[in-house]
């Protein structure tokens, strides 16, 4: 079993930038592929990152390439996830999860823990 917990969420302006972070705990996360995801009010959960096991790669969703960047320190047992330039649309609950897949999985159904996730909210 993996426990995660993710935190850095807040409220901040439009074009500002927030950091989250996912600290796991029970195993460590060097045997996980981690990806973050988000679910807005009303939507799916919507994929927009992952990391593989080493950190040597790296996916995006379109809508953050370019204005997010995920990272990960498995001394720490710990992901990041940077995002810059942040829009309103960008508002949502952010999870973070852990899969065991090979490759870098991008669908919800392939990731086999999750957080309890972390509100970040952007004002127009």
């Known amino acids: 079993q993996v426990a995660l917990v993710e935190s850095g969420g807040g409220l901040v302006q439009a074009g500002g930038s927030l950091t989250l972070s996912c600290a796991a705990s029970?195993?460590?996360?060097?045997?996980?592929?981690m990806g973050w995801f988000r679910q807005a009010p009303g939507k799916e959960r919507e994929f927009v990152a992952a990391?593989?096991?080493?950190?040597?790669?790296?996916y995006y969703g379109d809508s953050v390439k370019g204005r997010f960047t995920i990272s990960r320190d498995n001394a720490k047992n710990t992901v990041y996830l940077r995002m810059n330039s942040l829009k309103p649309e960008d508002t949502a609950v952010y999870y973070c999860?852990?899969?065991?897949?090979?490759?870098?999985?991008?669908?919800?159904?392939?990731?086999?823990?999750w957080g309890q996730g972390t509100q970040v909210t952007v004002s127009s």
């Open positions: 029970g195993r460590t996360l060097r045997n996980y592929v």
């Open positions: 999860a852990a899969s065991q897949k090979l490759g870098i999985p991008t669908r919800r159904e392939e990731y086999d823990y």
């Open positions: 990391i593989a096991r080493s950190g040597d790669s790296t």
